[in-house]
């Protein structure tokens, strides 16, 4: 059973600061890898997606990588700016016919000016 | 990407009462789905809604609790019946773009934030 772990829970950081979130899963055989951005009591925006034939995507001032051996991806934040304050949630696709997502429990991040 | 729509955005609902919740597309989409996120807790599928048949559901969840509807390739329902404090939660509806092979992306729409009293 495929099992979303993320790193961690937490996290407060001044602004300006480069940041790491970590997600970590316990089944490789996935089909892709999507981070999300939620804002509190808000629907989901999708940030990436990894192919599981992919190592790495950027977007702007994000950049999430997938080592899919090692069951680990992570989400790099570079300058990080107070509006970039939300929860992160990463979530593995496990097959390309299904809407099933497994979702880590996510990482709240806060940037302070 | 389609542009997901939810009504309502929030709810107060007294226990016993039935909530239906609304979710339309702006394009017709293949596939389409209901999660929830209960509190402090990450999302959660709860079914496949299928055009034209019985939806889909997933371990832990039934249609007596959840009906859902889905009449056409726009639109979808689901309804939480019989409600308890247990079931305050945000419900979230959620469509499968599948774009190129590889990148079949999942979007979803801005949520139902429900709260049983």
């Known amino acids: 059973k495929q099992e979303v772990t993320q790193i961690p829970a937490a996290l407060s950081v001044p602004e300006g600061e480069n940041l790491v979130l970590n997600c970590s899963f316990t089944d490789s055989a996935i089909y892709n890898l999507q981070w999300f951005r939620q804002d509190p009591g808000k629907g989901l925006t999708s940030l990436l997606l990894?192919?599981?034939?992919?190592r790495e995507q950027t977007s702007g001032r994000l950049n999430a990588s997938l080592d899919k051996s090692s069951g680990r991806s992570t989400l790099y934040i570079a300058a990080s700016q107070p509006g970039d304050s939300a929860t992160y949630l990463c979530a593995v696709h496990g097959s390309s016919n299904t809407g099933k997502l497994i979702f880590g429990q996510g990482t709240t991040l806060q940037v302070k000016p | 990407s389609a542009v997901i729509s939810q009504k309502p955005s929030r709810d107060i609902c007294q226990r016993g009462t039935s909530l239906t919740i609304q979710c339309q597309v702006d394009s017709q989409v293949t596939m389409m789905f209901w999660y929830r996120q209960q509190p402090g807790q990450s999302l959660t599928l709860i079914a496949t809604?299928?055009?034209?048949?019985?939806?889909?559901?997933e371990s832990g969840f039934v249609i007596d609790k959840f009906p859902i509807s889905r009449p056409n390739l726009t639109f979808s329902t689901l309804t939480v019946s019989n409600m308890s404090p247990e079931d305050s939660s945000i419900y979230l509806c959620s469509v499968l773009d599948f774009g190129r092979v590889g990148n079949e992306k999942l979007f979803f729409g801005s949520g139902t934030q429900l709260s049983v009293l």
């Open positions: 809604a299928n055009q034209g048949s019985e939806a889909t559901y």
């Open positions: 990894i192919q599981s034939s992919q």
